[in-house]
């Protein structure tokens, strides 16, 4: 079974507008990490936001926000106000507990932001 | 403060041949993980070390090695290249085992021909 699940290969949204883009996760360990990365034409992989499976609140970073429920286990990523510069694969990812660094990730969603 | 740094960029080597990737971490950083990202996939987990330690290991073949030097950088060895071997190789840097942000570098780009 796949541990990460992005349901959306590719989406095409008008800038300014808000964009949700999912995931599920599949772990039996209490205790885990949820990630959201930002992969551009250029390759690099850029952090976005982290949610700890611990924490009472959803993470927010500027324009990011995860919306994680945990009981349905999901972990989408929301963009605020999108921008030509989204443009990009965005992977949702995964680390299971303590034990190393290995993160899990998904096969990413292609965003493209409309003018 | 310099990100997370690997080198070289892009690399052509041809089948049989052995390359050695490189990654520098983020000032401070002790945990390394090395990935392999093959086209239209997602990266998958080759290797992490940290304090110098090998912590975990992904299913790779044993062609695939690695080590972390005492200033936290680190190699990745790939020997007997074949065809499949041509991805991105993507080095992460954490602060420690298990922090709450891992951060990557610009990747190598390998090309086995």
């Known amino acids: 079974a796949q541990k990460i699940t992005q349901t959306q290969p590719g989406m095409f949204v008008q800038e300014k507008e808000a964009v949700t883009l999912d995931c599920t996760y599949d772990?039996?360990?209490?205790?885990?990490?949820l990630f959201w990365y930002k992969q551009p034409s250029s390759g690099e992989m850029i952090f976005l936001i982290y949610?700890?499976?611990?924490?009472?609140q959803n993470a927010t970073e500027g324009r990011y926000s995860l919306n994680f429920q945990k009981a349905r286990k999901s972990a989408n990523l929301v963009i605020s106000a999108s921008q030509l510069g989204d443009s990009a694969m965005y992977f949702c990812?995964?680390?299971?507990?303590?034990?190393?660094?290995?993160?899990?990730f998904g096969k990413g969603t292609r965003l493209h932001i409309l003018p | 403060d310099a990100g997370v740094t690997q080198s070289p960029t892009h690399l052509i080597k041809t089948r049989g041949q052995h390359v050695t990737l490189r990654c520098s971490p983020i000032?401070?950083?002790?945990?390394v993980s090395w990935y392999q990202q093959v086209l239209g996939q997602g990266p998958q987990f080759i290797f992490q070390?940290?304090?110098?330690?090998?912590?975990g290991r992904g299913n790779f073949p044993d062609r695939f090695s690695a080590r972390q030097f005492p200033n936290y950088s680190s190699e990745l060895n790939v020997n007997a290249l074949l065809l499949g071997d041509s991805a991105l190789y993507l080095c992460?840097?954490?602060?420690?085992?298990?922090?709450?942000?891992?951060?990557f570098g610009q990747g190598t780009r390998l090309t086995v021909v």
């Open positions: 000032s401070g950083h002790k945990s």
């Open positions: 990812a995964m680390r299971e507990g303590w034990g190393d660094d290995k993160i899990i």
């Open positions: 070390y940290y304090e110098k330690e090998e912590r």
């Open positions: 992460a840097s954490s602060l420690w085992q298990g922090a709450s942000e891992a951060f």
């Open positions: 949610q700890g499976s611990y924490d009472q």
């Open positions: 772990t039996s360990d209490p205790s885990y990490g």
